[in-house]
């Protein structure tokens, strides 16, 4: 009996150590956000749930850092470089949101996600935003749960193939009837070239590969009269892999598909779309300005739109949850549209002059609605 | 029959070794094995000019002016490690030295290493030379490199031609002295030639990607001081193995191995920031509680005359366990309580005298403290900071997961194959069904489900990061494999062993523990070996789902870099030498490892 007795004192002093470990735990977990305690119900410090009256904003800005959604595997958009960083035109975009949210637009951590992965990560939260060259359609806007921010690059689908073959710049889908048609598997690309096709009577054979290297390789060893994907990857590709003996050339000026690639974020978010969309509406204010990393600090005390945006008179960054010198931060340390875009696509011969990408003034798309 | 010699009444019986083939002349065997009749002679040639255009085409790939090899050499930190900051980077060399310490160590205590003959070593090297010679004659060098390859293929051929014919019949060498030789040479010349260098780029102007002075620059100073430390471990083993007994030198040098890769992988590579104040209020505490209370219960239960009110005792340790889920508590907690429950449920098979039960107890405190050390460190944000998602990848991210895969699913792989041959119906039939179901469904199924449905599955404030979810399933489904094959070993487990077991009083667990899984793991072992290499190789199906291991990052993150665009082949290649290196030691070492156990002899 005294056995016994012993035995349950035993327990009930395991239960009270169970039990006041258990009570600061949660004292652990509603006063310290910023390190994860030692609990499986850890603050949330990396779960980043869509509250229903709380903003990403202020999840980002107590996280310190802003996570993103990149390829890390997209010649010039976002390349994952030797020494790990990544680079690259949407790699730049995510810098830009880090400095207009954090004034540091090296508060960024990259999440390099698949094409297949990349909604599930917005809609867990793992990412707060997608720079991830994805397509705005209707489909992933409705259904989907995607809300799309403005266009950053307009891209669409084209043709390359050889001068040899009889094929130029003026050259159209029609010219196609008994290609043979090298391209991805399982993209779009595969079905925008089998419709356009079809509209335009040519009768074309496709092959579809399952990485670009495979659609390149063949191309050039003459498996295929024709490949096409993206306009500016096929750019590159011409850029950096055109043998001495061949001459590639991109038709038609005007691409089979519309690919505007931009955002992306979860729906139903204003203050957070806000956030972004207008770091990118700055960069491209700014450029038509012609206001860039070297001589954003002359024009701080600018009067009208450039005084505001720079945090000046009337600004208007303060109310959208942001320090007013936000998108000083994001022009000083990332860049303005042409400086993000000549930086990272002129290597791949991508030039904005006559293309869609070009500012309105000078005939492209690139467009803005005023800061006021 | 004639060998064998039977002495009748004592039963001894005395097997005279099989006499030796005699050894041909080099020209006899040649023409008894390859040229003996005419469809032989047709097969060598044919074999020969195969083999010749084969090695012909391979050399002309890899040494053909369109290959980037400069994308390789660039991008091995990426291959290997994928961001591993370089101001850092004195922790990987920590963790290499820590495992060439543990090598050298192992090596002395366990005496490890053969002799070979130097005859033997002279015609390797003579055969090595002559094969090289070969391959620059069908390599498509310019005349110059054709001179030094054929000049160094001839030397290495004429030095082992010489020790062939100068040695003595019965000279020999350590195995081990020959392989510490072959890294010296290895390491001189990274001093020599500058490749593995960062900067050494083949197309463009020299970069250097690492600054000067720092690790990260060269690795030609950190290996020469991990061999020295290897030997030096080596030599500090042999000493020790003098003045300590055997059984306590292995059993810590295990304990050791077994630690060292979480260990590594937490504390140094992961670098956690810990929070002192935190761990001495609320950590050391619950252990010190748990180590204390822990050991008295076990102390207590281990008497022989415990009886039935200690397996009540371990029995409502464990409901308390499973019940601590329902209420909110600190991790640890739970995982010490089920932990302790084990511990009970053992105990009486480890029942005995004073000692037999102190040992035990300290077992649980030793058990526990490790536990709480790197739960604890696991769960400490870590201060190395990268881009994406988890601290390392590459090579390292691939080795990782195999690693931790295959530790994991062996205790469970053989828990799951006992419970399928168990007597006890529930058991036998859940773990059947868990096995049949899981060898249902796919691997690349697994995976998918684990990296992206697994998280949403978990209760809201529950995190886990996609590797840890990951090695959760592929160490599930690792398991079920592994459990069919040591089913297999079980079954070879005549039941006269079962009966004789029985015969003097071992209870289940000890018969199992002590008679059943030893035989059975034994002759289980080539199976068990395969599987490992198989869950090696097929952490490559880890590409697939986005992960950054050394296929991913070949096949997708380097052709897709500016400066390389299109590289694929090169890159494809290096990851086919690197897994090959590595299948091979693994299946080499499974060769020992049966040659040790006397596996097909006995």
């Known amino acids: 009996m005294s056995k016994l007795f012993k035995l349950l004192s035993l327990f009930l002093a395991v239960g009270v150590v169970a039990a006041a ?46 996570h993103c959604g990149v390829s890390g595997s997209a010649v010039a958009f976002s390349e994952t470089q030797a020494d790990g960083s990544v680079t690259g035109f949407d790699a730049d975009y995510c810098r830009a949101v880090a400095a207009a949210v954090l004034g540091d637009a090296n508060a960024v951590e990259f999440v390099a996600l698949t094409a297949s992965e990349r909604f599930t990560a917005v809609q867990t939260g793992d990412v707060d935003l997608l720079m991830r060259n994805t397509t705005w359609t209707q489909s992933r806007d409705s259904d989907l749960g995607m809300d799309f921010g403005p266009t950053t690059y307009y891209d669409g689908q084209q043709l390359m193939a050889r001068v040899s073959d009889g094929f130029d710049a003026s050259s159209t889908v029609a010219d196609l009837d008994g290609a043979i048609v090298c391209t991805n598997a399982g993209t779009t690309t595969e079905k925008n070239i089998a419709e356009a096709a079809e509209l335009a009577g040519a009768d074309i054979e ?121 998108f000083y931060q994001v022009i000083k340390q990332v ?35 005023p800061a006021r | 029959m004639s060998d064998f010699n039977v002495t009748g009444a004592e039963g001894t ?37 195969i083999l010749l255009i ?109 020790l062939v014919k100068f040695s003595d019949e019965d ?33 463009r102007t020299p970069r250097s990607l690492a600054e000067a002075g720092t690790v990260a620059l060269t690795t030609k100073l950190p290996w020469t001081i991990m061999l020295l430390i290897g030997i030096a471990a080596y030599f500090a083993g042999k000493a020790i193995r003098e003045k300590v007994s055997q059984n306590v030198l292995r059993v810590s040098v295990l304990t050791i191995w077994f630690l060292a890769p979480p260990a590594l992988l937490y504390l140094v590579l992961r670098d956690p920031d810990f929070d002192m104040g935190h761990v001495l209020n609320t950590d050391i505490p619950i252990f010190l509680v748990f180590a204390a209370v822990g050991a008295g219960l076990l102390f207590w239960l281990t008497r022989p005359t415990a009886g039935e009110l200690g397996k009540v005792i371990a029995a409502i340790t464990l409901l308390i366990g499973f019940g601590s889920f329902l209420t909110p508590m600190r991790m640890i907690i739970r995982i010490l309580i089920l932990l302790l429950a084990i ?47 988890f601290f390392i990848g590459g090579v390292s991210l691939t080795l990782l997961i195999a690693i931790f895969t295959i530790v994991i699913s062996f205790p469970l792989g053989i828990l799951l194959a006992l419970g399928r041959t168990s007597t006890m119906p529930i058991f036998r039939i859940l773990c059947t069904w868990f096995i049949e179901f899981v060898r249902g469904i796919p691997l690349i199924t697994i995976l998918i489900f684990f990296s992206i449905m697994f998280p949403m599955f978990l209760p809201k404030e529950m995190e886990i990061g996609e590797v840890a979810s990951i090695v959760i399933g592929y160490s599930l489904f690792s398991s079920a494999y592994l459990a069919e094959n040591v089913r297999g070993g079980l079954q070879s487990v005549t039941r006269g062993q079962h009966e004789a077991a029985d015969a003097v ?85 499974s060769q020992r490892l049966e040659r040790r156990v006397g596996l097909g002899e006995r």
Request: charged share 15%.
């Open chain 2, 13 to 49: 019986v005395s097997i005279k070794p099989p006499p030796e083939t005699p050894k041909l002349p080099p020209r006899l065997w040649i023409k008894e094995n390859l040229f003996s009749s005419p469809f032989n002679i047709f097969l060598t040639v044919a074999s020969t000019g």
């Open chain 2, 171 to 203: 000279k020999t060498m350590s195995v081990l002295t020959v392989t510490v030789i072959a890294l010296a040479v290895a390491i001189l010349s990274l001093w020599v030639v500058p490749y593995g260098h960062h900067s050494f780029v083949f197309e």
């Open chain 1, 206 to 326: 496709l092959l579809a590969f399952e990485t670009s290297d495979e659609v390149y390789e063949t191309f050039i060893a003459g498996g295929c009269d024709i490949t096409t994907t993206d306009g500016s990857a096929l750019v590159g590709r011409k850029v950096k892999q055109q043998p001495a003996d061949q001459e590639w050339v991109i038709f038609p000026a005007t691409p089979i598909s519309k690919e505007p690639l931009g955002p992306t974020y979860g729906q139903n978010d204003s203050v957070w779309a806000d956030v972004i969309n207008w770091t990118v509406y700055a960069t491209i204010i700014m450029d038509e300005y012609g206001i860039g990393s070297s001589n954003v600090d002359d024009h701080v005390n600018d009067p009208g739109e450039v005084g505001r945006l720079l945090g000046g008179e009337g600004e208007l960054q303060t109310v959208m949850g942001l320090s007013a010198d936000a």
């Open chain 1, 21 to 66: 470990c258990s009570s600061d735990s949660s004292d652990d977990a509603g006063t310290t956000t910023a390190a994860p305690a030692e609990t499986t119900e850890a603050p949330a410090t990396t779960a980043v749930e869509l509250d229903a009256d709380g903003s990403l904003l202020d999840t980002v800005i107590a996280r310190g850092k802003v």
């Open chain 2, 505 to 589: 009083g071992m209870t289940t667990p000890q018969k199992t523990l002590f008679i059943v899984l030893p035989q059975a793991l034994r002759v289980s072992i080539p199976p068990l070996v395969s599987h490992c290499i198989g869950v090696f190789k097929e952490t490559s199906l880890l590409a697939i789902i986005g992960l950054f291991d050394i296929l991913y990052i070949a096949r997708n993150v380097i052709p897709n870099q500016t400066e390389f665009l299109g590289s694929v082949r090169e890159n494809l290649l290096f990851v086919c030498l690197i897994y090959w290196i590595l299948s091979y030691q693994m299946s080499k070492a």
């Open chain 2, 54 to 162: 084969l090695g012909r085409g391979l050399l002309s790939f890899i040494f053909s002016h369109e290959r980037q090899w400069g994308s390789t050499a660039t991008n091995l930190r990426l291959l290997m490690t994928q961001a591993y900051p370089e101001e850092q980077y004195m922790r990987v060399w920590v963790c290499v030295g820590v495992i060439f310490t543990l090598t050298g160590l192992s090596m002395a205590v366990w005496n490890a290493g053969s002799r070979v003959a130097l005859r033997r070593l002279g015609s390797f090297l003579l055969s090595t030379g002559v094969v090289i010679d070969i391959l620059t004659l069908l390599a498509p060098f310019s005349s110059s490199a054709t001179i030094i390859w054929l000049c160094v293929g001839t030397g290495i051929s004429l030095f082992g031609g010489s």
């Open chain 1, 335 to 369: 860049g303005n549209y042409s400086e993000i875009y000549n930086s990272n696509l002129n290597p791949v011969g991508l030039v904005r002059e006559g293309s869609a990408n070009a500012g309105w003034l000078d005939g492209g798309l690139i467009y803005a609605p």
């Open chain 2, 343 to 389: 511990f009970a449920i053992s105990a009486p098979t480890f029942a005995g005298d004073t000692q037999t039960r102190r040992r035990y107890s300290l077992g649980w405190i030793g058990v526990s403290g490790v536990t709480c050390w790197l739960v604890t460190a696991i769960n400490t944000p870590s201060t190395v900071e990268v881009p994406g998602s």
